[in-house]
Each structure stands twice: as C-alpha cells, then as structure tokens.
C-alpha cells in the first residue's frame, strides 16, 4: 500500500504561481513513476506532469509546458513529489491529484496506469 498526500493548493490570481506537494509513505521503494492529474467541474481527469522516480525523465500535457515543473525529492527516504506552477491562467482551476505507478505500466500519460491516488488539493485561479 502507497498513501500519498498532497498540499499546496489555495486561490491565485491569473499570472501567479503555486506549488503544490504530494508526500508518500508505505511501500514507496516498488514506485516507477509520479504523476500529477487535474479534474475541472464537468470534466474529466486529465493528465498534468509525470516524473519518473528513477532516471527523473518528465512528462508535461500541451497545455502545461513551459509553465509547470515536476520534481521529486526521493534523498533520505524523503518520497516528495511536487509541482511547481507559474503564470497560472483561470482554466487551470480544478482539483489536483497525484497518483503513483507501483506495477507495470503502458503510458505514464494514462489515469489507468496509476495505481494509487491522493485525495486532491483545489487550484482556483481568478482573473
């Protein structure tokens, strides 16, 4: 079992930034990959970022890059994933998730290779 945490989220203005965290703790050696995903009201979860735990290769959606980072923080057994979010715009308001690849997978772009899920932190951005 993986349980992942996130925090960071709140209310910014269009053109600001956040930084949201997701904490893991439990069987986290088995993890490949960590994976932040965005649900808007009335829309689908979709694909954000992904970081691969070991080798930190990083995957962003169209609408994200160049604006958004992944990282991760694995030193000392610490297991931190975060996102790093800049020049925020109102349609990157949603509930942020971030999920963890334990087993084999397909794409790390696909919700159905993810294994585990954190309960979600809100991003509203005003404009």
């Known amino acids: 079992q993986v349980q992942l945490v996130e925090s960071g989220g709140g209310l910014m203005q269009a053109g600001g930034s956040l930084r949201l965290s997701c904490g893991a703790s439990?069987?986290?050696?088995?993890?490949?990959?960590m994976g932040w995903f965005r649900q808007a009201p009335g829309k689908e979860r979709e694909f954000v970022a992904a970081?691969?735990?070991?080798?930190?290769?990083?995957?962003?959606a169209d609408s994200v890059k160049g604006r958004f980072t992944i990282s991760k923080d694995n030193a000392n057994a610490k297991n931190t994933t975060y996102l790093q979010m800049n020049n925020l715009k109102p349609e990157d308001t949603a509930v942020y998730y971030c999920?963890?690849?334990?087993?084999?997978?397909?794409?790390?772009?696909?919700?159905?290779?993810?294994?585990?899920w954190g309960q979600g932190t809100q991003v509203t951005v005003s404009s």
């Open positions: 999920a963890a690849v334990v087993k084999a997978f397909h794409s790390v772009y696909q919700k159905g290779s993810y294994d585990y």
């Open positions: 439990g069987r986290t050696f088995t993890t490949y990959a």
């Open positions: 970081i691969m735990w070991s080798g930190g290769s990083t995957y962003y």
